[in-house]
């Protein structure tokens, strides 16, 4: 499958519905501890606890945030979020399919994807949560998230540095090495978003990406999630995946 209809890490222009055309920039987000190998994906301030998880070689490894600049004058002055992405290679990506699960890649025709409810995504190492946040998840919001101190994750979001404003590098609380999690907003905020793999034409993979569905030209409309288990989310669209797998 060619890579053509997917924008991640990518500068330039990008197609959006109606024929406008968006300008996509990329954000360096720091590096992301991922020692299990359990890559979590999720909306951080709602399922930081239930990752979507997808196997790779434990590491560490970049996380990059595509943006696109969505303004009808390409002036800077609407920016979207369109791919949350972890690095993992750095030889070129050929393909783009679906990416898989603990227990291999999703059926097809379906996808796992992130939920998001907080309009905000995430990558973080799954197995690290149990250890490193709070024992009780009912302090996590007002001890950790929004506690009002510099160093809340909200506080850390909404300022501009170290990162730009609306994403964060965080340790977690009860991190002994680093152990961290990398997050931003999520394009036009709550939704299901897909998630894909990058791998090069060799076979090696390549990347992890979280669609935000801000560029392509896709269907609007996708149909609804089922899930068939907690940590592992599926969602059916042949539509999009016309789009992706050109089919």
């Given at each position: 499958?060619?890579?053509?209809?997917?924008?991640?890490?990518?500068?330039?222009?990008?197609?959006?519905?109606?024929?406008?055309?968006?300008?996509?920039?990329?954000?360096?987000?720091?590096?992301?501890?991922?020692?299990?190998?359990?890559?979590?994906?999720?909306?951080?301030?709602?399922?930081?606890?239930?990752?979507?998880?997808?196997p790779?070689?434990?590491?560490?490894?970049p996380?990059?945030?595509?943006?696109?600049?969505?303004?009808?004058?390409?002036?800077?002055?609407?920016?979207?979020?369109?791919?949350?992405?972890?690095?993992?290679?750095?030889?070129?990506?050929?393909?783009?399919?679906p990416?898989?699960?603990?227990n291999?890649?999703?059926?097809?025709?379906?996808?796992?994807?992130?939920?998001?409810?907080?309009?905000?995504?995430?990558?973080?190492?799954?197995?690290?949560?149990?250890?490193?946040?709070?024992?009780?998840?009912?302090?996590?919001?007002?001890?950790?998230?929004?506690?009002?101190?510099?160093?809340?994750?909200?506080?850390?979001?909404?300022?501009?540095?170290?990162?730009?404003?609306?994403?964060?590098?965080?340790?977690?609380?009860?991190?002994?090495?680093g152990?961290?999690?990398?997050?931003t907003?999520?394009?036009?905020?709550?939704g299901?978003?897909?998630?894909?793999?990058?791998?090069?034409?060799?076979?090696?993979?390549?990347?992890i990406?979280?669609?935000?569905?801000?560029?392509?030209?896709?269907?609007?409309?996708?149909?609804?999630?089922?899930?068939?288990?907690?940590?592992?989310?599926?969602k059916?669209?042949?539509?999009?995946?016309?789009?992706?797998?050109?089919?």
């Open positions: 499958m060619e890579i053509d209809d997917h924008y991640a890490l990518r500068t330039g222009f990008a197609p959006l519905p109606q024929g406008k055309r968006a300008t996509l920039s990329v954000q360096d987000l720091g590096i992301l501890r991922v020692p299990s190998g359990m890559l979590g994906a999720c909306d951080p301030f709602v399922y930081l606890d239930e990752s979507v998880i997808v790779i070689p434990p590491g560490d490894y996380v990059r945030v595509t943006i696109a600049d969505v303004s009808t004058d390409q002036d800077g002055s609407h920016l979207r979020e369109a791919y949350l992405s972890v690095v993992l290679s750095a030889a070129e990506s050929r393909l783009v399919v990416a898989s699960g603990p291999g890649p999703p059926p097809t025709d379906q996808f796992f994807g992130v939920g998001v409810d907080a309009g905000t995504v995430a990558f973080v190492d799954a197995e690290a949560v149990l250890r490193c946040m709070p024992e009780d998840t009912s302090s996590w919001y007002d001890q950790v998230f929004d506690s009002g101190n510099p160093d809340s994750w909200f506080s850390v979001m909404d300022s501009d540095a170290p990162h730009i404003r609306g994403a964060a590098n965080l340790v977690m609380p009860r991190a002994a090495l152990e961290n999690v990398v997050l907003h999520s394009g036009w905020g709550d299901f978003y897909p998630l894909l793999e990058t791998r090069s034409s060799d076979g090696w993979l390549t990347g990406h979280i669609d935000l569905q801000v560029v392509g030209l896709f269907e609007e409309d996708l149909q609804d999630v089922s899930a068939t288990q907690p940590q592992e989310k599926l059916s669209s042949k539509n999009w995946l016309t789009r992706l797998l050109g089919r």
